[in-house]
C-alpha cells in the first residue's frame, strides 16, 4: 500500500500529528462512513474504528465529527476488531451545507478536498442556478471547481454549443469538460485534474454519470451505475453512500449519491466569487443604498437592460445572498444562547463549590 504521504498526508496535517505528540496513536484517512463504523486508512491497511466516549461526548455539531476525507489519530490493536478514534486533526478544506430539515447545525458531506467536479447532464438535468448553488459551495470550501457536462450523445451538436455558452456565462473562471460514456477521449480528459495526491470529488444530482465517471477512472465497475430512463432521459439513483477510492495514479476520488437539498452553511466569499459580474456592477451603482429597481443611474438595471446581465442571474445572487445571512444570524443567536448556558453551567458549578467548601469548613 502506498504511504499515507502520497494520499494527502501534507505538512499541514504533519505538524498538527508531531503538536499532539501521540506516538502511540496510528494516523488515518476516512475513506469510509457506515452506520456504526469508520472506515479508515492507515499506512499499512484498512481499519475499522468507532469515536472514543470522549470524541462523542465533546462533540456539540455534528460537523465536528469525523467524515469521509479526515485525517484521524487511532487507538488501533491488531488483536481486536475496532479501532477508537481519538483525534480529528484540522481542515484546510471542506465541502458542507446545512443539514435537511428545520434544524440549524453544519453537515461536512467531504473534507481535504483540492478539487470538486461538479457534473450536470447536457439534457434535462442543465440547471443554471443549482449550478451557481455548487459553485458556491465550492468556493465557499475552499475547493476548485471544476463543471463536467455529461451525456452529449443524448442531445444535438447545436445543443452542446448553446449549453457551453450559457454554462460560461456563469462561470468564466472555471473549466468545463464535455463528456459521453461513449467517447473514452472525453472521459480521458478527467486525468489531467488528478495529480498524484490530490483529492476529488463528485457532486450532483442523481443519475447525472458521476459513477459512470468513478468507474472509468477506477479502470473498473465498483460503483452502481442504471440505465437511462426513457421516460424522461434521466439516469437512475445508484450511490447510498460516500466512499474514498484510490487511483493507480496517486489520486483519490470520492463518489457521492445525489443531492436533493442544498441549502447553503455560512458564507466564506463563496456568493461573491461565483457571482463576481454581479459584484463589479454593484460597484458602478451610483447610490450605495441603491434598490436595483428604479433608481436611474443604477449599473444593475442598465446591464438587464442592455442584455450584459441575465435578470435571472441577478435574482438568484439576491436569495442566495438572503440565504447565508439568515444563515449567518441564525447561527449568531445559537451561538449566544450557547455561551449563555455554558456560562450559567459554570456558575452553577462555583456555587456548588462554595456551599461545598463553607459546608465542609475548608
Not at 105 to 111: G, M, N, P
Not at 154 to 161: D, K
Request: proline share 2%; glycine share 8%.
Amino acid at each position: 500500500m502506498k504511504p499515507l504521504t502520497q494520499m494527502g498526508l501534507t505538512p499541514y496535517f504533519q505538524k498538527q500529528i508531531q503538536e499532539l505528540d501521540r506516538l502511540t496513536l496510528a494516523v488515518g484517512r476516512v475513506v469510509g462512513e457506515q452506520r456504526n463504523y469508520y472506515e479508515i486508512r492507515t499506512n499499512d491497511d484498512i481499519i475499522r474504528a468507532t469515536l472514543s466516549g470522549k470524541m462523542r461526548n465533546e462533540a456539540c455539531e455534528q460537523s465536528q465529527l469525523p467524515c469521509v476525507g479526515d485525517f484521524v489519530l487511532v487507538d488501533y490493536n491488531p488483536l481486536y476488531a475496532l479501532g477508537s478514534i481519538s483525534h480529528l486533526l484540522k481542515r484546510f478544506s471542506s465541502l458542507k451545507r446545512k443539514v435537511a430539515g428545520e434544524y440549524t447545525a453544519e453537515q461536512v458531506i467531504a473534507s481535504n478536498l483540492d478539487t470538486v467536479m461538479i457534473v450536470n447532464s447536457l439534457n434535462r438535468d442543465l440547471n443554471l442556478r443549482r449550478i451557481e448553488r455548487y459553485l458556491v459551495m465550492a468556493f465557499d470550501g475552499m475547493i476548485k471547481p471544476i463543471l463536467v457536462l455529461t451525456k452529449k450523445d443524448l442531445v444535438s451538436p447545436e445543443q452542446v454549443h448553446e449549453s457551453i455558452k450559457k454554462v460560461r456565462e456563469i462561470a468564466a473562471d472555471v473549466d468545463i469538460v464535455i463528456t459521453s460514456s461513449d467517447d473514452l477521449d472525453s472521459l480521458s480528459s478527467l486525468n489531467n485534474y488528478l495529480g498524484p495526491g490530490q483529492t476529488l470529488a463528485l457532486i450532483g444530482s442523481s443519475g447525472v454519470g458521476k459513477s459512470t465517471i468513478t468507474n472509468f477512472l477506477l479502470g473498473e465497475n465498483i460503483q452502481s451505475t442504471g440505465d437511462i430512463r426513457y421516460t424522461d432521459d434521466k439516469g437512475k439513483h445508484t450511490t447510498t453512500s460516500r466512499k474514498l477510492f484510490e487511483l493507480a495514479g496517486g489520486a483519490m476520488i470520492l463518489d457521492t449519491p445525489g443531492l436533493r437539498e442544498i441549502q447553503l452553511w455560512e458564507g466564506d466569499g463563496g456568493v461573491d466569487t461565483t457571482f463576481g459580474d454581479i459584484i463589479h456592477l454593484l460597484s458602478a451603482c451610483k447610490y450605495q443604498d441603491c434598490n436595483h429597481l428604479s433608481n436611474e443611474g443604477c449599473a444593475i438595471t442598465e446591464a438587464i437592460d442592455s442584455g450584459e446581465l441575465d435578470q435571472k442571474r441577478f435574482k438568484n445572487f439576491q436569495k442566495l445572498k438572503r440565504e447565508q445571512e439568515y444563515m449567518e444570524r441564525k447561527i449568531s443567536g445559537k451561538n449566544k444562547k450557547g455561551k449563555k448556558e455554558e456560562w450559567k453551567k459554570r456558575s452553577k458549578e462555583c456555587r456548588d463549590r462554595t456551599k461545598f467548601l463553607r459546608k465542609n469548613d475548608l
